[in-house]
């Protein structure tokens, strides 16, 4: 049975950093991401790793601020995410898939249930 279960959530302040962790188990993946959703909005893609860790894709709004690893020994991917701003306020979602890179959520096979994030300004 796969079950990704995030971790790492909370209660930060602006320009504080956070680390949200996404252990897998049942299978490995090429693929695993982040996505977000916040509050009345439509769930967005955040960063995704491919089975190297060399290959890391972000959207605009974190890069530079936000880095995705993995470590695979462990079957976890990693969000490091710096210099939070209110606006990264949002439950965090873990996905995976077997497939290459990908922003694209429906293309993901398996999701987290979340942990949520909340950036005080």
């Known amino acids: 049975q796969v079950q990704l279960v995030e971790s790492g959530g909370g209660l930060v302040q602006a320009g504080d950093s956070l680390t949200l962790s996404c252990a897998a188990s049942g299978r490995t993946f090429n693929t695993m991401g982040w996505f977000r959703q916040a509050p009345g909005k439509e769930r967005e893609f955040v960063a995704a790793?491919?089975?190297?860790?060399?290959?890391?894709v972000y959207a605009d709004s974190v890069k530079g601020r936000f880095a995705i690893s993995r470590d695979k020994a462990k079957n976890t991917v990693y969000l490091q995410m710096n210099s939070l701003k209110p606006e990264d306020t949002a439950v965090y979602y873990c996905?995976?898939?077997?497939?290459?890179?990908?922003?694209?959520?429906?293309?993901?096979?398996?999701g987290g249930q979340g942990t949520q994030v909340t950036v005080s300004s």
């Open positions: 790793i491919g089975w190297t860790g060399d290959s890391t």
């Open positions: 996905a995976a898939r077997v497939g290459p890179l990908t922003t694209i959520q429906r293309n993901y096979n398996y």
